[in-house]
């Protein structure tokens, strides 16, 4: 079981694009790591990068249909056409709900959590100073891995 904490305004900085992050703490049964994830309000669906996915040994599940995702600039995503996603399941100040990430080459970001997560969650954030208030929680779940089974 994956675990992703991310703590309150404090740990909020807005990037060099004017972008929000939110520093994050992700716990698994196995290590702790740190990571940022991306508020986004223009991206229309949450996301999550490969390597993550990979390092957490997150459970990916093959969507019916491939979605083709276009990145900021409308290119198309590296990885092509989106085929699998995660089921997360996201807590706001008491508010939790189970978000589909979709696996896609987000560059430099691990996470990002697009509209479905902010109109769900209707987070307080203050976009000017690029602060959120309250404390977000996600957990995921791991595929079973043969060497970690006691």
Known sequence: MALIRA???DSVYVARNRAIKVSSFLDTQ???VTKDALLDSGATECFIHPRLVEKLSLERHKLA???TVKNVDNSPNRLGAVTHMVNIQVNY???TNIHRFLIADIGEDDLILGYPFLEAADPSIDWTKGTIEGLITMKGTAEPQDDHIA
Do not use: L, T
Request: proline share 8%.
């Open 65 to 67: 249909k491939p979605r």
């Open 30 to 32: 196995w290590e702790r």
């Open 7 to 9: 703590c309150s305004s």
């Open 93 to 95: 100040n008491n508010r």
